[in-house]
């Protein structure tokens, strides 16, 4: 089984609707992160949260909002769905010591499209 | 074969032959670098990590270079197999916030030829 678990894998839903992605992780890793790929633009940061209490806005946080159920839980939402917000989503979790190394453990990712 | 920055997104190897992948980082405070592998339909995985004190780096046949004074990155892979396709992204951080501050590069994609 993945470490690091999203759903849904995919999802075609119209402007307007309210989405959540879900992402639950099994490497026991405080910090969760929710990553956005587009094509030609690499990943860019949605949101990110160190513990349960803990959430801080990325570089792309318009639009969305999250929520941290638990350790292990770490969810997305698109509150009004845009043709914009077509894109890959990724979650990604890193441990303690990744606040001092790059080591970040992705999911399989979400895609999403707005229509 | 080689690759240049970001404006060459693809490149392609013959089996067996040693492929250069090279990225221009943006910031010049950037103290932390790494690379990250991402196989088609999965999520990116990391390869290998130099910090700004090291020039060189050394891994499972692959091997990160640096150059600071031009704000360059390369990731060479030796022996390139067919497994070794994937698209391939540098990407840079200030440490210590590390992984919260990552910034991705947009990729190159590796593609060998038999």
């Known amino acids: 089984d993945a470490d690091v678990t999203q759903t849904p894998r995919n999802r075609i839903t119209k402007t307007g609707k309210r989405i959540m992605l879900e992402c639950s992780q099994t490497?026991?890793?405080?910090?969760m992160y929710w990553y956005r790929q587009d094509p030609g633009l690499g990943l860019r940061l949605i949101y990110y949260?160190?513990?349960?209490?803990?959430?801080n806005k990325g570089e792309i946080s318009d639009g969305y909002s999250v929520s941290r159920q638990a350790q292990a839980k770490f969810s997305l939402s698109l509150e009004s769905a845009i043709p914009n917000q077509t894109a890959l989503y990724f979650c990604?979790?890193?441990?303690?010591?990744?606040?001092?190394?790059?080591?970040?453990?992705f999911g399989e990712g979400s895609r999403l499209t707005v229509l | 074969g080689e690759s240049v920055g970001l404006h060459l997104p693809t490149l392609s190897v013959q089996e067996g032959d040693n492929s250069i992948i090279n990225c221009a980082y943006s910031?010049?405070?950037?103290?932390?670098f790494i690379w990250y592998k991402q196989e088609s339909g999965k999520g990116p995985q990391f390869i290998i990590d130099?910090?700004?004190?090291?020039d060189k780096r050394q891994g499972q046949r692959v091997t990160v270079l640096l150059n600071k004074t031009v704000k360059h990155l390369s990731l060479q892979i030796a022996a390139t197999q067919p497994g070794d396709s994937a698209v391939y992204f540098c990407?840079?951080?200030?440490?210590?916030?590390?992984?919260?501050?990552?910034?991705f590069g947009s990729g190159t994609r590796l593609s060998i030829r038999p």
């Open positions: 990407a840079e951080t200030l440490l210590p916030r590390g992984a919260s501050k990552i910034i």
């Open positions: 949260s160190f513990d349960v209490k803990d959430i």
């Open positions: 130099i910090r700004s004190n090291m």
């Open positions: 910031n010049s405070a950037s103290d932390y």
């Open positions: 490497k026991g890793h405080d910090r």
């Open positions: 990604a979790t890193s441990d303690y010591t990744g606040g001092n190394t790059g080591e970040l453990f």
